[in-house]
């Protein structure tokens, strides 16, 4: 087992590695920037490495700096968490090289699932269902004429290289197929430096079902249920949910044997989230994620299973701790992510947290690395906390949601705190009865309605 990890990132993701590192008497090194200086994982970490101004590209994501504060500390891993360098295939090459252990996949493994093509072809090798579509990546227009045309409209155009919404766009007709070819490459090109795109069939209400696997990296791998994530603004997540409250015993054990299979085939190392849009109870592969997921406690309270050290324990080649025989299923949990924003326009907002009460009592869990007294910074992702809630089933859940939204207090910023009150007593959330574009919609109407007062 490793002595010394380094802990690659920042906010509630860097101290949550802290605190398993912890358990697992694994002495930490915070790496910050100038603007996390007074980070509650900084101030907790046994060492800490300030590696540059706040702008990320010059710490967060300057992959030298990290090394040599790996070298300075004499730190034998490193931990990405999500986000900045988490999907770096150069930077887990580079660590390699270095004899620094990545906690993570490898770095081959990163850069097929990484590219949206490669991946998808992976998948259909590997026996993974997909959205019926273009083969590779789009020619020209006539050539994605005429897979739409095969398929049937409406279609949806995706950037090969990249995610986030970014380089996506629908085409409901033929009519509209050239616009929106056009201007999909273009802000692929922006966003990724590559224009490169390709053509999915457009799935009119499906949900966002994601699958957790983690492998041993010598062809061992073990699924440890789904999440449901299909409230989403601009394809952005913004509530999960485990287990999925549409999915079935008999679907849960049919997709996640063959993504376990498929990982094991693989023979994937680490942990890793295989995502699916899911229509009609048919699962289609949209991509998957190398890395640790936001979302990863909700299915921590439904397994009792830690994936932090988990990711850790494979990392330093001790293997799972458990098998699939052993992965059992009980109640239901929900994360709501918190971001300094404004909770209806979105907004960062950035700012000194004048007072901060988090919630508790049985069945509450509140990952942030925020206090009363600390300075949200202007330079990163807004997300400052989440908040997950337990029960026996959803019913007692979103109850428990209800009471845990109503005690946080966050003063000094706005926060999105009070769409999750709204969203959690809105009847189609407590049916169940929604889907990746039910968000949008519910924010559009809100957004008129005030605009009407």
């Known amino acids: 087992m490793f002595k010394k990890i380094l802990i690659a990132n920042r906010g509630e993701i860097a101290l949550r590695i802290l605190r398993a590192c912890k358990e697992l008497g694994i002495e930490t090194v915070a790496v910050h920037s100038t603007a996390d200086a007074d980070a509650m994982h900084v101030r907790l970490a046994d060492e800490s490495v300030c590696i540059g101004p706040p702008a990320a590209s010059e710490s967060y994501l ?16 490193v931990h990405p968490g999500y986000g900045f360098l988490s999907e770096n295939a150069r930077f887990a090459d580079i660590l390699d090289a270095h004899g620094i252990a990545f906690i993570g996949p490898s770095a081959d493994h990163i850069r097929i699932m990484g590219d949206k093509i ?36 409406p ?25 929106a070819l ?10 990724f430096g590559d224009d490169a795109v390709y053509l999915e069939k457009y799935l009119s209400k499906p949900r966002h079902i994601e699958v957790q696997v983690i492998g041993d990296g010598k062809g061992k791998a073990v699924h440890l249920g789904e999440r449901d994530c299909s409230l989403q603004r601009r394809h952005q997540k913004v509530w999960e949910e485990a287990l999925a409250p549409t999915i079935t015993p008999e679907e849960r054990e049919r ?15 680490g942990a890793g989230t295989i995502e699916f849009l899911y229509e009609n109870g048919e699962f289609y592969f949209i991509e998957m994620n190398t890395r640790l997921q936001v979302e990863h406690p909700v299915t921590e309270a439904v397994t009792g299973i830690d994936l932090v050290v988990e990711q850790i324990r494979v990392a330093a080649g001790e293997g799972l701790s458990f098998s699939q025989e052993d992965v ?9 992510r918190i971001n300094a924003e404004n909770p209806l326009t979105f907004a960062p907002s950035p700012g000194r947290i004048t007072y901060y009460h988090p919630p508790g009592g049985l069945g509450v869990r509140v990952d942030s690395g925020v206090y009363q007294g600390y300075a949200v910074p202007p330079n990163y992702d807004s997300l400052i906390g989440k908040l997950i809630v337990y029960g026996r089933d ?3 859940t979103l109850a428990r949601l209800r009471r845990a939204l109503d005690e946080i207090v966050v003063d000094g910023i706005q926060t999105t705190v009070p769409l999750f009150r709204d969203l959690a007593n809105e009847p189609d959330i407590i049916a169940g009865n929604y889907d990746i574009r039910w968000l949008e919609t519910y924010l559009a109407g809100r957004r008129e309605a005030l605009a009407g007062a």
């Open 62 to 77: 300057n992959i030298p700096r990290i090394v040599a504060a790996c070298e300075i500390t004499g730190a034998e891993a």
């Open 155 to 179: 279609v949806l155009i995706k950037a090969a290289a990249g995610g986030g919404g970014r380089g996506m766009k629908v085409a409901e007709t033929a009519e509209d197929l050239p616009k």
């Open 182 to 191: 056009a201007t999909a490459k273009a802000e692929a090109r922006a966003a």
């Open 118 to 153: 490669q991946a998808k072809e992976t998948a259909i090798r590997l026996g993974i269902p997909v959205v019926p579509g273009s083969e590779g990546a789009l020619r020209d227009e006539a050539e994605a004429q005429a897979v739409a045309d095969k398929m049937g409209y």
């Open 328 to 336: 059992k299923f009980a109640g239901h949990a929900i994360e709501c």
């Open 394 to 396: 959803r019913q007692e």
């Open 255 to 269: 997709i996640g044997g063959i993504v376990a299979s498929a990982m094991a085939g693989l023979g994937y190392s």
